[in-house]
Nanobody
Framework: QVQLVESGGGLVQAGGSLRLSCAAS????????RAWFRQAPGKEREFVAV????????YYADSVKGRFTISRDNAKNTVYIQMNSLKPEDTANYYC?????????????????WGQGTQVTVSS
């Protein structure tokens, strides 16, 4: 089992920045990919970014490319997402996820473990 805990959410004005953290505990040596998803009110949860645990290769949704950066600190078993130039449409509950294998990294079904989420609200 892997436990994931997100932190760092909050309220920020449009154009501002936030950094979210996702700390993992448990059998973290088994995780192959770590990712961020988000879910806005009334919408389905969507993929944001993913990082491969072994070599740090990343992939982003088009909607956040160039504004968000995912990174990892393997020594701390923590993944981060730096969010810059935030827009009101980035408002959502942000979830981190961990997958033990790779299928489609943008699909929720790939991920075996999920955090409880942290709210990000961007005001205009």
């Amino acid at each position: 089992q892997v436990q994931l805990v997100e932190s760092g959410g909050g309220l920020v004005q449009a154009g501002g920045s936030l950094r979210l953290s996702c700390a993992a505990s448990g059998r973290t040596d088994r995780t192959y990919v770590r990712a961020w998803f988000r879910q806005a009110p009334g919408k389905e949860r969507e993929f944001v970014a993913v990082i491969r645990s072994s070599d740090g290769i990343t992939y982003y949704a088009d909607s956040v490319k160039g504004r968000f950066t995912i990174s990892r600190d393997n020594a701390k078993n923590t993944v981060y997402i730096q969010m810059n130039s935030l827009k009101p449409e980035d408002t959502a509950n942000y979830y981190c996820a961990a997958g033990l294998s790779v299928a489609s990294v943008t699909a929720e079904s790939t991920y075996d473990f999920w955090g409880q989420g942290t709210q990000v609200t961007v005001s205009s």
